[in-house]
Structures are given as C-alpha cells and as structure tokens.
C-alpha cells in the first residue's frame, strides 16, 4: 500500500498550514490493528501507520488499541511486515507525537485500551473505569493538553454495546468532568460512541459538550461504521469552548479495509 493512496483526506488543507488557533483532531477504532478471521486474517498496523500519518491531525484519538498479545504476536511473526516490537500506540505515534495509553479491556492472550497521540505537549494521564457490567471493560482516557500554551482536556472514550449502557456511561463522564476539568477550561471528548440508534447528542449536551459538525452539515454526512458501506455516525467528536468549521470522513478501499470502522476528522478553533 503506498503513501500516496492516502494523500487526499476530505478538503482539508495540510494541517502544519493550519492558522494557530485552529486544532485538527482525528477519532479512530482501529479494531487492534488486525482484520478477518482465522487463517483469513492480517494485520493492518502498518497500513495504519500510513493511515494517521497522512491524517496530520494535532490530536488523535484512538479506541481498540492493543499494548500486546501473545495469541498474534505468535500468529503474525515478528519481521518487518509482523507483529510490532512496541506497543501499538508508539508504532502508530508519527515522529514527534508524545502518546497517551491506558488498558480497558483484559482478555485471554493481552489486553487494548483507548491512546491518544498528540503533537502538542501532555500533561498527566488518567483513567476512569466506567464499565457498565462484567462482561464489557470500558474506560475514560483523560490528557490535559498544553495548546499553544492553553490548557486543553482530552477524554478519549469508547461505550458499550448497550443503549442503557451508554446513558450511564455518560452520566459517568458527566461526574467525572465536573469532578475533574475545570468549569473555564476547553475540553474534546472523542471516540467510538457506538450510538446506532443517534440518541446520546442530547445526554453529550447536558455535559455542557457539542457535536463536531460543520455549519449546514447533517451527521449522516459523517458515517463511520461499518467501513464498507458506512450507515452509522458511531464515532463522534464533542468539544467545550471550541467550535467545528469542517469536518470529514475519509472513504474508499484503503480505508475500508484497514478497519471495521473509518475515521473521523475534524477541525476546531475558539468558540
């Protein structure tokens, strides 16, 4: 897969163009880096590098990010084309990135968790357990961020596959941000919401927290899931002191097969 494949992400402009007070921002569900079942399946990290690289976004955030596994540690050998030899997140890091990652989920053979990769400086990771019940592990990632010498939380978040999950899920983060951002601070929460049924804008709201979405555009604009044929905006942006002026979903072959999901772009300046 070549570089170039990757060249054109939406209409945005390069993002080392951006005027200051603009921020790229990019939310993804990687699916651990690996597609397909049993002796069908191969592995997308590499692909991926190219993928983000070519995003050039200041902010990544990431769901289904794995730190290790043996079971494909094994499968996938380790040679240029094989398994990493460092945690998912730092391959996936362009140079000069400082990466974020905390666990969510422990499984049989490894774990995977939620990462952010930034290009500005980070300040302390935490992490919030938010799990629903015992047969679903999630988790709040929560990175300040120095922006331009402003202080910028970010959440990275993935929810559970249960609607009445999420609700409590958000009322969790609601707590958590009241508990932990301060009230004058600007704040990004990001990731896979898994919101099929398009009902957790008004709950996001009453956390103070809007939707990345451009002026005039509608959602459906920015479906994500599945990657094939997109029918689901289920991974979002919503932001505190920041408002969207363009946002994008990158479509076509390379990105289908790299994960179940396609990212989302977007990109914000001061509200």
Known sequence: MRHSQFSQIGSFTHSTLLPTHQLRVATYNIHKGVRGM?????????????????????????????QMNRAEARQFPDTHIGWPRVP??????PEGYDVAYHTNAVTRHGEHGNALLSRWPLGDVGHHDVSDHRFEQRGLLHVPVQWNGVPLHTIVVHLGLIHGSRLRQV??????????????????V??????????LDEPMQRCGLARAVAPGQ???????????????????IYTRGLRCVAASVPRGPVWARMSDHLPLLAELELA
């Open 38 to 66: 049993g002796r069908g399946k191969r592995l997308e990290i590499h692909n991926l590098v190219l993928g983000i690289e070519a995003m050039d976004a200041d902010l990544v955030f990431l769901q289904e990010v794995r």
């Open 88 to 93: 998912q997140a730092e391959y996936l890091a």
């Open 171 to 188: 009322q969790r983060l609601a707590e958590f941000i009241t508990a932990e951002v301060p009230a004058g601070e600007l704040l990004i």
């Open 190 to 199: 990001a990731g896979d919401f898994n919101d099929w049924g398009e009902r």
């Open 218 to 236: 509608a959602p459906a604009r920015l479906n994500t899931f599945p990657s094939r044929i997109p029918m689901f905006s289920m991974d979002r």
